[in-house]
């Protein structure tokens, strides 16, 4: 066993007697947890033993509604968000380049801990007991800081003034032999008498801004299985809490437990009421002799009316309450009927899908809040403990960033450099299905609200804006060149008419038409069809020689003999009259000739699709 560092046996026995005190403080808000984990994993008679027999009906035979509006809760909080270091000196191109690897150390730090994965638990955690705390765990083998959510049952926090974390406690079990196994110098203090290997033995971890700890509190004496000292000096544990009235956690279920198992109650009594109903005592008249029993069994009596079965009165209230406990309990849970299918949208009501979900959506939205915040604070650790343990060690992360991966090299001491700023942001459309997304954002788009790079950035999908945006404006540079060939086509009849020879630009076009066909980007095919000729005798000092008798030389683009200027039926940028700039290749106005498509999303994101035919002639 190691000792407590540098400090004395004294401090060790206040952070153990402060738990004690803690744990009592505690202790109300324990029972709620536990009552909501036993009816969770269905052991609703052990929250309440006298509503339930002993036997296979002991859990109850409806759907857990807790457990269901939890899962589904917290699978839509779950997703990460997106993380960015935009730096406040973004005015040259260097502090740009050292706020966009900031990000991707980032994003690599997400990545190493696999948050992802444990942002399911987090977040079900959150939403079933009101807070789950996390922490920044220093993992010396791959030298790297490592993010981690811890379990809710069994921490405890300690608060300053200001609401932030002082101290932490977090305790679980681990069976004896377990605790042998990875520390073998405990076995004096597990030593008993009748201790078996299977007994669980309560453990605690303690941690602050001077000292991390793990020790058994309830050993016969002072036991530190291992303890360090916190090389930050601040605690590195993070608290994620549901609001609320006072300062209190309180999971969303606290208070619609009794109503699932007065539900789970009420399915019990109406099984119990159709087996009475089926097995009820079957009433004769006097004059039957024999009863037979089975399939096709034939009772002889003069008065066949008179045989039957008992009647089990069954109140017709008793099925209108279990209604009032269904509706109770999807309220009290905040689960609309919209997340299990029941929509009931109308367009003659008005009232919308959104409307039935409204509070399903703010649920999301509050949640996204207090996580954006945790994360903040759990990555400004992870930055301030690279910086400070591996500061001049170069290091090689691997991540994600808008849903392309990367790795990256990088030193800490200078690609950090004491800027522990973070940006965190869930988007602006997070909580909205993507029709609904995407039509409200092209909607503010339109409208010049917000920015296309804005946009980008806000979508709930995973997107790169800075990619994106250089792709799209390769796209439309490209498409723009296409236009310039195309208006150049457009001028060989033109040409030909006023007497121009134009074969140059017949083979131009046809020179563009074959390097295509191999796989040549456009661009690089236009640079070469349309490079400089080499310079002429008369550009190099030496007057050509002068036909008199010689034509016109007849260049694409050279104006007419007899006159300067563009040929007729052209522009002097080169398009045809009537042609306007961007719509070279394209029918008058820049329409098809043919077939006109026109699509639109109506506001509950269908798609409504028209097409029309028309053919146009020039009067």
């Not at 589904?72 to 690897?101: H, I, N, Q, R």
């Not at 008419?497 to 236009?526: C, F, H, L, T, Y």
């Amino acid at each position: 066993m190691t000792a407590l560092g540098d400090a004395p046996q004294g401090d060790f026995a206040k952070i153990r007697d402060l738990l004690v005190r803690t744990k009592a403080r505690f202790n109300e808000r324990d029972q709620r947890m536990q009552h909501v984990l036993a009816v969770r994993q269905g052991r609703m008679r052990d929250v309440f033993p006298d509503l339930f027999p002993e036997g296979p009906y002991d859990r109850g035979i409806v759907a857990n509604m807790v457990d269901v509006a939890a899962r589904d809760l917290s699978e839509v909080l779950a997703p990460l968000p997106a993380v960015s270091c935009s730096s406040g000196k973004s005015t040259s191109d260097a502090s740009v380049k050292f706020a966009v690897k900031r990000s991707k150390i980032a994003n690599g730090y997400l990545t190493f801990s696999d948050v992802q994965v444990q942002s399911y638990t987090a977040a079900d955690r959150y939403v079933t007991y009101g807070f789950v705390p996390a922490m920044v765990e220093i993992d010396t083998e791959a030298c790297m800081p490592r993010i981690r959510f811890m379990d809710s049952v069994g921490a405890y926090p300690i608060f300053n003034r200001w609401g932030e974390i002082e101290a932490a406690y977090f305790t679980f079990f681990k069976t004896r032999d377990e605790l042998l196994h990875m520390y073998p110098d405990a076995l004096g203090a597990l030593a008993g008498a009748g201790m078996s290997g299977s007994e669980l033995i309560e453990v605690a971890r303690y941690h602050d801004k001077n000292v991390d700890l793990l020790f058994l509190p309830n050993a016969r004496e002072a036991t530190i299985l291992e303890s360090a000292r916190n090389p930050l000096g601040e605690c590195m544990v993070v608290w994620t809490q549901r609001p609320g009235v006072d300062s209190e956690a309180h999971g969303q279920f606290d208070d619609v437990l009794a109503v699932q198992v007065a539900k789970a109650r009420f399915a019990l009594l109406s099984l119990e009421a159709a087996t009475k109903a089926v097995q009820a005592p079957i009433v004769m008249p006097q004059d039957v002799q024999e009863l037979a029993i089975g399939p096709d069994s034939v009772i002889r009596t003069d008065s066949g009316d008179k045989v039957r079965r008992v009647p089990v009165e069954v109140p017709s209230s008793a099925f209108a309450q279990q209604s009032v406990l269904d509706q109770e309990l999807r309220q009290g849970s905040r689960f609309p009927d919209a997340r299990a299918g029941n929509i009931d949208g109308s367009i003659v009501t008005g009232r919308g899908v959104q409307a039935l979900m409204s509070g399903f959506d703010t649920q999301v939205r509050t949640g996204q809040a207090m996580f954006a915040q945790s994360w903040s604070k759990l990555i400004r650790l992870c930055f301030a403990a690279d910086e400070k343990l591996w500061g001049s060690q170069a290091k090689t992360i691997r991540g994600n960033a808008d849903g392309t991966p990367y790795e990256i090299e990088y030193r800490p001491d200078r690609d950090i450099k004491g800027d522990y700023t973070v940006d965190v942001q869930y988007g602006l459309m997070a909580g909205l299905e993507p029709n609904r997304a995407l039509v409200f954002g092209l909607q503010a788009q339109g409208g010049g609200l917000v920015s296309r790079e804005f946009l980008r950035t806000q979508m709930p999908f995973p997107l790169d804006s800075s990619e994106q945006e250089q792709k799209i404006d390769v796209e439309n540079l490209r498409d723009a060149l296409k236009q310039a060939v195309a208006g150049y086509v457009q001028s060989i009849p033109v040409m030909a008419q006023q007497g121009i020879n134009p074969s140059d630009a017949v083979a131009k076009v046809a020179k563009i038409i074959m390097d295509r066909q191999k796989g040549d980007p456009i661009e690089k095919i236009v640079s070469e069809v349309f490079a400089p000729e080499p310079p002429t005798p008369a550009e190099n000092g030496v007057e050509p020689p002068v036909d008199q008798a010689s034509p016109p030389s007849g260049q694409p683009g050279e104006a007419p003999p007899g006159g300067g200027g563009a040929p007729p039926g052209m522009n002097e940028n080169g398009l045809l009259q009537g042609v306007a700039t961007g719509q070279a290749g394209m029918a008058p106005g820049g329409r098809p000739d043919l077939q006109m498509l026109l699509a639109s999303i109506g506001a509950n994101g269908q798609p409504n699709m028209t097409a029309g035919v028309s053919r146009r002639r020039v009067v």
